[in-house]
């Protein structure tokens, strides 16, 4: 099995993330790459950062990466990660996914996002307030398949609001970016 097969290549959702966060990302930011699979992402930004690292729990991935030039810890989205930072990025899996359909490999971390598509993102959104500085920000890739309204929703319940700041047509979805920051109006209730 060649590692390249084991590591997400940069599609056409990387480059639409890539896009949101070249206008988001500050010379003064702390981002995080969630997920950062071959690293193009976050090699293209770390020039555009004060500090710029991945995640990826996919070994073949984290070589990927590193060979990029990224700094990048093998855990499981943001387990291990402390913060604070001022911005994450997050091409999750959000395909919707059957048991039947499962590769069994490595890959299919980039890939399989449970039978709704929101199984890594409903455990990434729980945790991504932990990490993230009183008025940091998310960029987080999502399609029409997974449930835009419903990830919305995941975001609200978790006290921030979001918003659509870029999209892309596909041939079978819609592809978006989700801006999300902490509900301010709320935390100061």
């Given at each position: 099995?060649?590692?390249?097969d084991?590591?997400?290549?940069?599609?056409?959702?990387?480059?639409?993330?890539?896009?949101?966060?070249?206008?988001?990302?500050k010379?003064?930011?702390?981002?995080l790459?969630?997920?950062t699979?071959?690293?193009?992402?976050?090699?293209?930004?770390?020039?555009?950062?004060?500090?710029?690292?991945?995640?990826d729990?996919?070994?073949?991935?984290?070589?990927?990466?590193?060979?990029?030039?990224?700094?990048?810890?093998?855990?499981?989205?943001?387990?291990?990660?402390s913060?604070?930072?001022?911005?994450?990025?997050?091409?999750?899996?959000?395909?919707?996914?059957?048991?039947?359909e499962?590769?069994?490999d490595?890959l299919?971390?980039a890939?399989?996002?449970?039978?709704?598509?929101?199984?890594?993102?409903?455990?990434?959104?729980?945790?991504?307030?932990?990490?993230l500085s009183?008025f940091?920000?998310?960029?987080?890739?999502?399609?029409?398949?997974?449930?835009?309204?419903?990830v919305?929703e995941?975001f609200?319940?978790?006290?921030?609001?979001?918003?659509?700041?870029?999209?892309?047509?596909?041939?079978?979805?819609?592809?978006?970016?989700?801006r999300?920051?902490?509900?301010?109006?709320?935390?100061?209730?």
């Amino acid at each position: 099995m060649n590692t390249g097969d084991q590591v997400y290549p940069p599609a056409e959702d990387s480059f639409l993330l890539l896009r949101a966060a070249l206008r988001e990302v500050k010379p003064d930011d702390r981002v995080l790459e969630v997920g950062t699979g071959s690293g193009y992402i976050a090699a293209t930004l770390m020039s555009r950062a004060a500090i710029l690292v991945g995640t990826d729990i996919n070994p073949h991935a984290v070589v990927s990466a590193r060979a990029r030039g990224v700094e990048v810890v093998r855990t499981d989205l943001l387990a291990g990660i402390s913060g604070p930072v001022d911005l994450i990025l997050f091409n999750p899996p959000y395909l919707p996914t059957t048991p039947g359909e499962r590769m069994d490999d490595w890959l299919e971390y980039a890939l399989d996002g449970g039978p709704t598509g929101r199984a890594t993102i409903e455990r990434f959104v729980a945790d991504a307030g932990r990490v993230l500085s009183p008025f940091g920000r998310v960029l987080l890739l999502v399609s029409s398949l997974t449930g835009p309204d419903e990830v919305r929703e995941l975001f609200a319940r978790e006290g921030f609001v979001s918003f659509v700041v870029d999209e892309e047509a596909l041939d079978d979805e819609r592809l978006y970016v989700f801006r999300a920051t902490r509900d301010l109006c709320r935390m100061w209730l």
